[in-house]
């Protein structure tokens, strides 16, 4: 995982004004499966990177994001309507029309253990490109 793929995620956290436990250990647990340190996750939680241009990104990358940030939503097991609102205006700017967000949502599980057919998940986002 990139940092800025991390700090999308971090984002994502602190979009409700808070970041709860279960996030903040999600957080750091992914930047240490990723070797980032726990100084440099420390670092992008208090200024986290802009992810760049998005014209940049392959359909798959935009995927990857979109997963991400969905998952990161449900990790807390609360959904607040500026997390909906977060992820809405990130598939936006991704290309994809802001309804793919409910179509993936009910789909995407807050637990990564547990996993859903990506592929299929894939081709539902694709459906909702602009």
Do not use: W
């Not at 793929?5 to 984002?11: A, C, E, G, K, T």
């Not at 969905?70 to 990130?90: G, N, Y």
């Amino acid at each position: 995982m990139r940092k800025k793929q991390l700090s999308l995620m971090i984002q994502l956290a602190i979009s409700d004004n808070r970041l709860s436990e279960r996030e903040e250990r999600l957080i750091f647990n992914l930047g240490k499966l990723h070797n980032i340190s726990e100084a440099e996750v420390k670092e992008l939680i208090k200024t986290p990177e802009p992810i760049g241009p998005i014209e940049a990104l392959t359909n798959d990358e935009k995927f990857q994001y979109l997963y991400m940030v969905i998952q990161m939503m449900k990790i807390d097991r609360k959904v607040f309507k500026s997390e909906i609102e977060f992820c809405k205006d990130l598939a936006d700017k991704l290309g994809f029309k802001k309804g793919v967000v409910a179509e993936l949502s009910s789909k995407i599980y807050s637990d990564p253990v547990i996993t859903a057919d990506r592929e299929e998940l894939m081709k539902s986002a694709f459906r909702y490109l602009k």
